[in-house]
């Protein structure tokens, strides 16, 4: 295998520093107003920040299986696997939307969000009602 030129390397360390920084900075953003507009949109304060939460655990959660599948298939490997579980799940997301749960015309309830409804109202926006009464059932 032939060397590799030092300014290739000095070019890589230069990209990989400016992705990590940027990286560093999307998850900041991320947390820090992932909890205010959850606090805005949550049924109750106490979880406001459940999705973040749940994020954090599921992160901490794979860290040691993907190093394990990393060190015996390869970086690559391991990148397509994430890649492929991350299209799987929003696939399933979506079907889960044709398939069974419908949450109507709109994608909130004024009367369970009053805080969304008075962003709704204050940008002038219409809310279509509900088309039946009922409680909701997830399969």
Avoid: K
Avoid at 20 to 45: C, E, K
Avoid at 80 to 98: K, Q
């Amino acid at each position: 295998m032939a060397p590799i030129a030092f300014e290739h390397e000095t070019g890589n360390v230069a990209r990989l520093t400016i992705a990590q920084a940027l990286a560093g900075a999307n998850s900041t953003v991320v947390y820090a107003t992932g909890a205010i507009v959850g606090h805005s949109l949550a049924p109750s304060p106490a979880m406001a920040t459940l999705p973040i939460s749940i994020f954090v655990v599921g992160l901490a959660a794979c860290i040691l299986p993907a190093g394990a599948i990393a060190r015996r298939h390869g970086r690559r490997a391991t990148f397509l696997a994430g890649t492929g579980c991350g299209v799987l799940v929003g696939l399933l997301g979506g079907r889960a939307s044709m398939d069974g749960f419908d949450s109507g015309p709109s994608w909130f309830w004024p009367e369970m969000y009053p805080e969304m409804a008075r962003v709704v109202g204050e940008l002038g926006l219409t809310a279509f009602p509900q088309g039946a009464e009922g409680d909701v059932m997830v399969e």
